[in-house]
């Protein structure tokens, strides 16, 4: 069973603040994901990385940055949070497009208030 | 940008009612297609996938879906709603040209009265 997990469910933080968020999978899965969920948008895609060390832009990744320094853990930061960061933020890991199986899973996701 | 829409964003129903949620994908070649469901207070898991093959797709929980490549739709079906089933539902596409990412929509809630 492929376990996706996030380091913390809820987090509440202070504008300014730098936040980590951490996530980890234990499937040797190459391909991991962050997206953010709010209300009416749907799951929101911010930032990827097809590899170890590898990253790349989604489509909303104004704000954030992340770290992939080894392969089962991928690390999304808010350099200085903003109360408009206040959000769910959701882990995904996959194997690469064109495996047998494409399916994504998600982590439980961490609700971040930044007040 | 690909992208993918969900036509309902609210759906009330009463149980043993019949369910379809809308689906459309922007054009974009090579796809594979995905609904997941969120369960209240519960992470997101996947209620089925399609890949190749059979359009019609059978998931867990008696949903299925239809994926009708001329109107780049991929709409979810079940026969009779249960209460059980209260959760809110996404679409989502991985476009190949894309890169692997998937894209969602923007999510359909769905409320079942008792």
């Known amino acids: 069973d492929v376990k996706v997990t996030q380091s913390s469910r809820y987090l509440v933080k202070r504008t300014g603040e730098k936040v980590f968020l951490e996530c980890v999978q234990d499937?040797?899965?190459?391909?991991m994901f962050w997206y953010r969920q709010d209300p009416g948008l749907g799951l929101r895609l911010i930032y990827f990385s097809y590899d170890v060390k590898m990253k790349e832009k989604g489509d909303i990744p104004e704000g954030y940055s992340v770290s992939r320094e080894k392969k089962e853990r991928f690390s999304l930061i808010l350099e200085s949070a903003s109360t408009n960061q206040t959000s769910m933020y959701l882990c995904?890991?996959?194997?690469?497009?064109?495996?047998?199986?494409?399916?994504?899973?998600f982590g439980p996701g961490t609700r971040l208030t930044v007040l | 940008a690909q992208s993918v829409s969900q036509h309902n964003h609210h759906v009330i129903l009463s149980e043993a009612a019949s369910l379809e949620l809308g689906c459309n994908y922007s054009?974009?070649?090579?796809?594979?297609l995905f609904w997941y469901v969120q369960y209240p207070g519960q992470h997101l898991q996947l209620l089925l996938k399609?890949?190749?093959?059979?359009?019609l797709v059978k998931g867990i929980k008696g949903f299925e879906a239809e994926f009708i490549k001329s109107k780049f739709s991929f709409n979810l079906r079940k026969p009779s709603v249960q209460w059980s089933d209260t959760a809110e539902y996404f679409c989502a596409v991985i476009f190949y040209n894309q890169g692997g990412k998937l894209i969602f929509g923007q999510g359909t809630e769905l409320s079942v009265k008792p």
């Open positions: 499937m040797d899965h190459e391909n």
């Open positions: 399609y890949f190749s093959g059979d359009p």
């Open positions: 995904a890991s996959k194997l690469p497009l064109g495996s047998n199986t494409d399916t994504q899973y």
């Open positions: 054009y974009g070649g090579t796809v594979n």
